[in-house]
């Protein structure tokens, strides 16, 4: 027979570990406590530099040693019909887009985003030499090679402060429309005033890059999905407004 008082220690032992009793008669839930990120301060001098966060946080990204292999294989062992797919497919998965440099910062591949926005390839690269020629820093000392022609990978883009500081109407002038001028600009003043850094978007996770980066003007999910992708590298993302994912 279950007594009144043995029927409140069978409940008070059933009770789920995430709640907790806050005073006799009510129980709360607590939230789990959101990981803090490193946070960009200003140093003496003025430049700004990144805090290290009170714990480290790293996600798993498909750069990692075998973890393109391992996706693969998850795919396949999911997906039938998909594995027959990568069985055919010859070419190597490289998770990289054809405008990036290796060695490209998150804050220069999202100014390429920009650049690259709604424009034809080939235009937007020619869009992109003009700018750098302009406003970025050649690399070589040493003279090209006969017949060769200087590529963006031959230059250093310009910093953020830079960016910041240009005059709309002479981005214009090198092929910019003028709202990827504002678009730039929304970006790198957000690197420069130490609102996104290169280590907070590694800590963040998926969503709160999502939600950092469409906060800025000119960047919607599509471009954050293919930062998450192709920059970050981050294996878990489905970018579902990508007209060949919603063909196919």
């Known amino acids: 027979m279950t007594t009144r008082r043995s ?7 059933a009770t789920p570990a995430a709640e907790v009793a806050a005073r006799p ?31 480290a946080i790293v996600h798993a990204t498909l750069a990692d040693p075998g973890a393109m292999d391992a996706a693969i294989r998850h795919l396949k062992e999911a997906d039938p019909e998909l594995a027959r797919i990568i069985d055919k497919t010859t070419e190597v998965c490289s998770m990289a ?16 985003s920009i650049i690259f926005q709604q424009v034809a390839g080939s235009a937007a690269r020619a869009i992109l030499l003009r700018f750098l020629r302009q406003y970025g820093t050649l690399k070589r000392t040493s003279p090209l090679p006969e017949g060769a022609q200087l590529t963006p990978a031959d230059f250093v883009f310009p ?17 910019l429309s003028q709202r990827k001028a504002e678009y730039l600009q929304a970006v790198a003043e957000q690197f420069n005033n130490g609102t996104l850094s ?9 969503a709160e890059v999502s939600q950092a980066l469409v906060a800025i003007r000119g960047i919607g999910q599509w ?16 970018p579902t407004l990508d007209l060949a994912v919603r063909k196919a």
Do not use: W
């Open 198 to 206: 290169e280590e907070q978007l590694a800590r963040m996770t998926d």
């Open 25 to 55: 008669g009510k129980v709360v839930k607590r939230s789990p406590k959101k990981p803090k990120l490193a946070k960009a301060v200003r140093t003496a001098n003025g430049s700004l530099e990144t805090a290290p966060a009170s714990t």
């Open 7 to 13: 029927a409140r220690l069978l409940a008070k032992a």
């Open 223 to 238: 471009t954050a999905d293919m930062f998450l992708m192709f920059h970050l590298k981050r294996p878990n993302v489905l």
């Open 159 to 175: 910093s953020a402060q830079a960016i910041v500081d240009m005059n709309v109407e002479e981005m214009r002038s090198y092929g």
């Open 97 to 112: 887009l054809p405008r990036d440099d290796a060695g490209d910062t998150s804050y220069v591949s999202l100014c390429k």
